[in-house]
Structure formats: structure tokens, C-alpha cells
């Protein structure tokens, strides 16, 4: 008895199965075409909405942010392309150049630390920033670094570092920084104008 139940349990599922795979290939043309409008629409978006103000990150937009600082038709492109090639650590991380200070790479550095130095290299990848080595920035916190050891009587948890570095934005990196301001900002005196 329960090898016949079982059997008859194995059949129904194989059963079910089999209905399944036939509901799925009699919709398998439907679910490619919507699969496939959904990544396009994913790769797409070029627009986001705060509290009832759009703010649009199209070729358009940025190529008019730009318009009144002489950039030329390709180097607009590139913005474009690079705008929305931001991941949002990158976004944060390049709004910030010019005002970070004291960059190295140390010994033991912190997870911060180590996401903090791939996403210079990747900003540096992207053609936005170029990386310099400081000789004498690195001589200096390795000299605080052990003064502050004598000081305390430990040793430093990051240990020293093997270098250190400025970081600055490049022609490019300079427009992108400066669409986004623009873009950005416009989406403020729309908030205000909505007062």
C-alpha cells in the first residue's frame, strides 16, 4: 500500500512538473519580451524624483549645464557617459576631491580605508581624477605616526603607510563634478520655487 501510494505521489509531482515546463514554454515568448523591457529599462534610467522634484540626468540636461563653460560636443558625450557610470560610492567619493587630505595606504588598513583607496583607483580608472604620489606627505604621518606611538606607549593599529598620495580631478572629472552641482542645484530652486 504505501509503495503505491508513494508511486502515486511520484506521478502527481512529475505530473505537475510536466504542466509547469508546458505553461512555461506556452509563455516563454511573452517572458522574454518583458525580461528583456525590464533590463532595458534598468540600464536606462536617467532620472530620479525627490519629494516632487525631478531630476534628470540625460544627455539634454548635461549638455546644457555645460553649454556655458565652452565644452565641446565629444566631451559633453564623455559626461554624459560618466554620469551615468556613477556608482553611489564613486558619486560621493569625487563630489569630495579637493577637499580630502591626508591620503595613504597603510599596513593594516580599516575596511573604510581599503574602499576608500578602490574607489580613488576606480575614479582614477574612470579618466575622472589622476593620483599623484606625495613623498613628503608620507614622510610627515609616518613621522606623526611615531610620535604619537612614543606618546602613548602602543603601537599604531594601521601601522604606517607605504604611500601616500593627492588626488585631483581631471578636465573631465572637473565637468562631471560640475553637471552634477548644476544639476543638482537647479533641482534646489525648483524645491524652493514649489514653496
Known amino acids: 500500500m504505501s509503495n503505491a501510494l508513494k508511486s502515486f505521489k511520484e ?22 519580451t518583458v ?7 534598468a540600464t536606462s534610467v536617467t532620472a530620479i524624483e525627490v519629494e516632487g522634484v525631478k531630476i534628470a540626468f540625460d544627455q539634454g540636461n548635461v549638455s546644457s549645464r555645460l553649454t556655458p563653460f565652452d565644452v ?9 557617459e560618466a554620469v551615468n557610470g556613477l556608482e553611489p560610492d564613486e558619486f560621493e567619493r569625487l563630489m569630495n576631491v579637493g577637499e580630502l587630505s ?5 599596513q593594516r588598513p580599516t575596511v573604510d580605508m581599503r574602499r576608500m583607496l578602490m574607489l580613488d583607483y576606480q575614479l582614477q580608472a574612470k ?5 599623484a604620489d606625495d613623498p613628503e606627505l608620507k614622510a610627515r604621518i609616518k613621522g606623526q605616526a611615531k610620535v604619537d606611538e612614543e606618546t602613548s606607549g602602543k603601537a599604531s593599529d594601521i601601522g604606517y603607510p607605504h ?33
Not at 512538473?17 to 505553461?23: E, R
Not at 565641446?72 to 554624459?80: C, D, G
Not at 591626508?102 to 597603510?106: I, N, P, Q, V
Open 163 to 195: 604611500n601616500c598620495y593627492v588626488m585631483d580631478l581631471t578636465d573631465t572629472g572637473r565637468n562631471v563634478k560640475t553637471a552634477l552641482v548644476k544639476i543638482l542645484s537647479g533641482a534646489f530652486n525648483q524645491h524652493v520655487a514649489l514653496k
Open 102 to 106: 591626508a591620503l595613504c595606504d597603510y
Open 72 to 80: 565641446n560636443a565629444a566631451e559633453k558625450a564623455k559626461v554624459l
Open 127 to 131: 579618466g575622472l581624477t589622476t593620483i
Open 11 to 32: 506521478l502527481m509531482l512529475t505530473g505537475l512538473c510536466l504542466i509547469g515546463l508546458g505553461l512555461l514554454a506556452w509563455n516563454f515568448p511573452t517572458l522574454l
Open 35 to 41: 525580461s528583456q523591457a525590464l533590463l532595458q529599462k
